[in-house]
């Protein structure tokens, strides 16, 4: 069983960056795919980017350039998103996830990132 406990979000204005961080309790396995996804009101939820434990990564096309996913090479079970030039249509709440090589889905509780002026 892994937990999943995100932190970093907040109110920022357009054009100004976050950094979300990303701690699981559990064992992350080398198939494992880490990764960050958001929901906003009245939208389904969706990928923003995600990282294997061999480090390759896979964005989204609307963050692409903007967010950067990383893990914690020393401590493999914390990763993170950078977000940069955010804009209005970034704001959501952002979810850490860990899916297992079974498809199995493990989620943190959420954070909500808000972008506004």
């Known amino acids: 069983q892994v937990q999943l406990v995100e932190s970093g979000g907040g109110l920022v204005e357009p054009g100004g960056s976050l950094r979300l961080s990303c701690a699981a309790s559990?064992?992350?396995?080398?198939?494992?795919?880490m990764g960050w996804y958001r929901q906003a009101p009245g939208k389904e939820r969706e990928l923003v980017a995600s990282?294997?434990?061999?480090?390759?990564?896979?964005y989204a096309d609307s963050v692409k350039g903007r967010f950067t996913i990383s893990r914690d090479n020393a401590k493999n079970t914390v990763f993170f998103l950078q977000m940069n030039n955010l804009k209005s249509e970034d704001t959501a709440v952002y979810y850490c996830?860990?899916?297992?090589?079974?498809?199995?889905?493990?989620w943190g509780q959420g954070t909500q990132v808000t972008v506004s002026s």
């Open positions: 996830n860990v899916r297992r090589s079974t498809g199995f889905n493990h």
């Open positions: 559990g064992y992350i396995f080398s198939r494992d795919l």
């Open positions: 990282i294997s434990t061999g480090g390759s990564t896979n």
